[in-house]
T-cell receptor, first 111, second 111 residues
């Protein structure tokens, strides 16, 4: 059973479209995250949620809206996609006294 | 600041030991991690060390933590071609569970 799973794995879409990436964890963790990995492979935190509450929002354009329907899910919705949004997006989860686990990533390509 | 610093490149001959160094900023960090990323793949948690430890060994991997200098290192013994990847150092900040990544060290194996 995959601990942190993201869908889709690949997403190719046109500029201006709206898309969502889903993330689910089956570890019972309270905290979930979204990270963006750019073309230079640098990893930057975007958001974190703890028990469905937004904790960290790191200067991300408001076209990006995370949604946490329950503590096992953290979805990322992106409006009006731009070329610069092309990246790999990683979801992660962490328990209060555990290490962090990452999903396999979603490669988003905006054309 | 919140930087985790590591050198961007390291070249090592096959069979030698690789040592990847990292410095972090938050003295109250709880977990310190090493992740491995192969081309086109996700983030693989290689190992982690809890902040009350100073060393952890797991087969070919040795992690050393110097809390006074906020320095973390990863030693890979008997480096193999399959170890060629980007290695990310990361810390979990205690106050908000934010996971901060270094920019990654690209390990290149020479024949």
């Amino acid at each position: 059973d995959t601990a942190v799973s993201q869908t889709p794995k690949y997403l190719v879409t046109q500029m201006g479209n709206d898309k969502s990436i889903k993330c689910e964890q089956n570890l019972g963790h309270d905290t979930m995250y979204w990270y963006k990995q750019d073309s230079k492979k640098f990893l930057k935190i975007m958001f974190s949620y703890n028990n469905k509450e937004l904790i960290i929002n790191e200067t991300v354009p408001n076209r990006f809206s995370p949604k946490s329907p329950d503590k096992a899910h953290l979805n990322l919705h992106i409006n009006s996609l731009e070329l610069g949004d092309s990246a790999v997006y990683f979801c992660a989860s962490k328990g209060q006294y555990t290490e962090a686990f990452f999903g396999q990533g979603t490669r988003l390509t905006v054309v | 600041g919140e930087d985790v610093e590591q050198s961007l490149f390291l070249s090592v001959r096959e069979g030698d030991s690789s040592v990847i160094n990292c410095t972090y900023t938050d003295s109250s960090s709880t977990y310190l991690y090493w992740y491995k990323q192969e081309p086109g793949a996700g983030l693989q948690l290689l190992t982690y060390i809890f902040s009350n430890m100073d060393m952890k060994q797991d087969q070919r991997l040795t992690v050393l933590l110097n809390k006074k200098d906020k320095h973390l290192s990863l030693r890979i013994a008997d480096t193999q071609t399959g170890d060629s990847a980007i290695y990310f150092c990361a810390e979990t900040q205690n106050r908000d569970d934010k996971i901060i990544f270094g920019k990654g060290t690209r390990l290149h194996i020479l024949p």
